[in-house]
């Protein structure tokens, strides 16, 4: 591998690590921060919908990196220095409000810390397109999935600790340091001219009629319907079947993102070694005994294995879909693309979250992990759409 390839593999997982360690936060730590000043569950959930408003509104931010050449300095690398600034701006701001006080205030600074991070994810997937060969699609997706689980297992491990030793001024400032390292990068990292052939053109959107794209986007769907809504689980099982405190449920999740870096390598290694087909199968093998496991954990001392396992499936699912999704994306609008492919899949969380939900106080949690494991069968239509239709792949090789 050469250096120039080094570099770029390690801008877009610094890039992701940094998108993880936010993610973390708001999605295990934010809640317990704002209770710590008498916010109630109901303005805590409010917040939570608003600051994911700007991953709804992220296709609209693709399709300004496609058609915005951003003073002439590219499509790409000054939306993500953008979104970097006003992610540690707001970092550093958080610790001057009282949410107790100025919840709005509070609000807005966490909208606006989404929407700066919303702004450089797309990009950076975008830039990925522009520079990324398809033989190379299931190397960088599995930088990507890696780095973002490092940022979560920093989060887990790092911040908890500080919050509860240090201050929660701490975390928010340490926040702020750790999106610092993708500058060291994006300077050394050049972003090519774009040919004539890859400039916006609105004809590309014809791509989302063909059969093959809409079976992508449904599998898509599937499958993160199925992992994030047992990932919601694990630790609520854990800790009513053997009664884990919150620590060991930090430690849980911090062994399931090694897990999902493990999968993050398995999956780029499938894509590469075994084709687009045979990944997708085996990758859906993985999940099926992994959820079964879930079901089946009697033991504490199992679990640990079982969970480490269900991250491996997290990860290679999601580095799968994202390389195949890579090659399916028309190079004319690659951001947009790609970024609404993703919101399908957002769209999958939501509804697998409310289903798990549902399922684990109807039925229990062992019922609702094999209901889960037996969802990866509603994959098996889909796929003959992918690849048995007919579709013009992403064919300019990326520079």
């Known amino acids: 591998m050469n250096r120039a390839k080094i570099l770029r593999y390690s801008l877009f997982g610094l890039l992701y690590f940094t998108q993880g360690t936010i993610l973390s936060f708001f999605t295990a730590l934010n809640a317990l921060y704002l209770l710590g000043f008498g916010i109630d569950m109901t303005r805590i959930g409010i917040l939570g919908t608003i600051a994911l408003l700007p991953f709804v509104i992220k296709v609209f ?10 003073f002439g300095k590219g499509h790409r690398k000054p939306y ?25 205030q509070y609000v807005m600074i966490a909208f606006m810390l989404q ?13 990925a397109l522009d520079t990324t060969p398809l033989s190379e699609k299931g190397t960088i997706q599995g930088f990507m999935v890696g780095g973002r689980a490092v940022g979560v297992i920093v989060t887990a491990s790092l911040v908890g600790l500080l919050a509860e030793n240090v201050s929660w001024n701490a975390v928010f400032w340490v926040l702020a340091v750790l999106t610092l390292p993708p500058f060291l990068l994006l300077g050394r990292v050049k972003e090519p ?10 004809k590309a959107f014809a791509a989302f009629k063909q059969l093959p794209v809409i079976g992508l986007a449904t599998i898509g769907f599937i499958f993160f319907l199925i992992i994030v809504g047992t990932n919601q689980l694990v630790n609520p099982f854990l800790q009513r079947e053997f009664n884990i405190s919150l620590s060991t449920a930090g430690f849980f999740t911090t062994i399931w993102g090694i897990g999902v870096i493990m999968g993050s390598i398995l999956g780029g290694a499938l894509i590469n070694k075994v084709g687009n087909r045979n990944a997708i199968f085996i ?8 959820i079964m496991a879930l079901a089946g ?28 999704s890579m090659e399916y994306t028309d190079p004319r ?13 957002n769209i999958g969380q939501g509804v697998g979250l409310g289903l798990t939900g549902f399922f684990s106080d109807s039925f229990g949690f062992q019922t609702t992990f094999v209901i889960m494991a037996l969802l990866n069968l509603l994959a098996l239509p889909f796929l003959s759409m992918i690849f048995g239709g007919r579709f013009k792949k992403r064919t300019v090789q990326a520079g």
Do not use: H
């Open 80 to 104: 993500i220095v953008i979104g970097l600034v006003v992610q540690i701006i707001c970092l550093v701001l958080v610790p001057l409000i009282d949410p107790g006080r100025f919840f709005w």
């Open 115 to 127: 929407l700066g991070m919303a702004l450089y994810d797309t990009c950076t997937d975008g830039l």
């Open 297 to 324: 954990i009697s033991q504490l001392a199992i679990a640990w294995i079982i969970v480490t396992l269900f991250g491996l499936c997290y990860g290679t699912y999601q580095t799968v879909y994202f390389a195949i």
């Open 283 to 290: 990758s859906m093998g993985i999940a099926f005994a992994a």
């Open 193 to 202: 001219i774009r040919p004539q052939e890859r400039e916006f053109d609105w």
């Open 61 to 70: 931010l693709g399709m300004l990196s496609d058609k915005v050449n951003l």
């Open 333 to 345: 609008i690659a951001a947009t693309m790609f970024s609404i492919l993703m919101a399908v899949t």
